[in-house]
């Protein structure tokens, strides 16, 4: 083996490790992040420690980077990008974890890329093929089982349907936020994108919640409450953009987006063991079908790949 190819092999590695610890963050939090907002606080005090903690640490980090010159035009745009891509994606995801169950959550954010080519298909111009038209349909029928199961349940450990469609919301909001900034976001690095995106959405919520905030009776939150916000705003924020910048670097689309089913199988797994949640058979095959679209989408070609096809066949 050449020094070439087992330089290229660790970075792939380096980048799949990434991918995997970024996505298992991501399902961590949503039975941590449960367990704190059951005890102590509520989905307002997470999600203004997790807007206020993501933009102090990602402008800490700044100093410490190269520094990007960013024009006035684009300094106004994250804040349009902040309102989609933070503030109703965080506010929907996090209030609707607090009322509906840990697993109904994480396997509504995995419907993200569903969300995404629909938007794409509407705002860019994306080819809508036979594979994605069936990934759709399939990731539909999905949405449904879950909320039907989530509509008849008795308990929040089972789901709640206000909190799906949250959650749900959530990932139309990302879907458009990418759809629409996509281009604005690739034109710098991670830490001038999210410093400045996390800055508008604390300076938008913060007016909003910080009287909720004062409100907290600080000495009676237990310390294991306090901890679990620190893994949501350390890890399951900061942590977890990073480590996905990384393995996005060198990893092609369909790889990272492979990635996306680690997340509720971790959130799954945490939360039945730790009671948190329950699986019915139903939500099971919630899974499978939201899963088996995914794929399909996420498999389909785009309008990129469809054209360089076209100019190969001339």
């Known amino acids: 083996m050449t020094i070439n190819n087992k330089k290229s092999n660790n970075k792939a590695l380096r980048a799949h490790i990434c991918m995997f610890c970024a996505c298992a963050f991501w399902g961590l939090m949503a039975p941590l992040g449960k367990d704190a907002m059951t005890h102590g606080l509520n989905g307002i005090h997470m999600v203004s420690f997790r807007v206020a903690g993501g933009a102090l640490l990602f402008w800490i980090t700044s100093l410490f980077v190269t520094r990007e010159k960013v024009c006035l035009r684009d300094k106004l745009l994250f804040a349009g990008a902040a309102v989609l891509g933070?503030?109703?994606?965080?506010?929907?995801?996090?209030i609707g974890l607090s009322i509906t169950s840990p697993i109904n959550a994480s396997i509504v954010t995995t419907s993200m890329p569903i969300f995404a080519m629909v938007l794409s298909a509407i705002i860019l111009k994306e080819p809508i093929t036979g594979k994605k038209a069936?990934?759709?349909?399939?990731?539909?029928?999905?949405?449904?089982t879950?909320?039907?199961?989530?509509?008849?349940?008795?308990?929040d450990k089972v789901g709640d349907i206000r909190g799906d469609l949250l959650c749900m919301a959530a990932q139309m909001s990302f879907a458009?936020?990418?759809?629409?900034?996509?281009?604005?976001?690739?034109?710098?690095?991670?830490?001038?994108?999210?410093?400045?995106?996390f800055l508008y959405?604390?300076?938008?919520?913060?007016?909003?919640?910080?009287?909720?905030?004062?409100?907290?009776?600080?000495a009676n939150v237990p310390v294991k409450t306090w901890l679990e916000t620190a893994f949501v705003v350390l890890f399951g924020t900061y942590v977890a953009y990073i480590l996905m910048m990384v393995g996005q670097q060198t990893?092609?689309?369909?790889?990272?987006?492979?990635?996306?089913?680690?997340?509720?199988?971790?959130a799954v797994i945490v939360s039945i063991l730790a009671g948190i949640s329950i699986l019915k058979p139903s939500q099971a095959l919630a899974v499978a079908l939201v899963f088996g679209g995914v794929w399909l989408v996420t498999k389909s070609k785009s309008r990129k790949d469809t054209?360089?096809?076209?100019?190969?066949?001339?």
């Open 86 to 94: 933070l503030v109703a994606n965080q506010c929907c995801y996090t």
């Open 201 to 218: 959405a604390t300076l938008m919520i913060l007016p909003f919640s910080a009287s909720h905030v004062a409100a907290i009776d600080f």
């Open 176 to 197: 458009l936020y990418l759809s629409l900034f996509n281009r604005l976001i690739k034109r710098y690095s991670v830490f001038t994108v999210n410093k400045w995106m």
């Open 146 to 155: 879950l909320i039907i199961t989530s509509a008849s349940a008795a308990s």
């Open 251 to 266: 990893l092609r689309p369909t790889v990272v987006s492979v990635y996306n089913y680690v997340q509720p199988l971790v």
């Open 307 to 314: 054209e360089i096809v076209r100019n190969e066949q001339k």
């Open 134 to 144: 069936i990934g759709v349909a399939m990731g539909c029928c999905g949405a449904v």
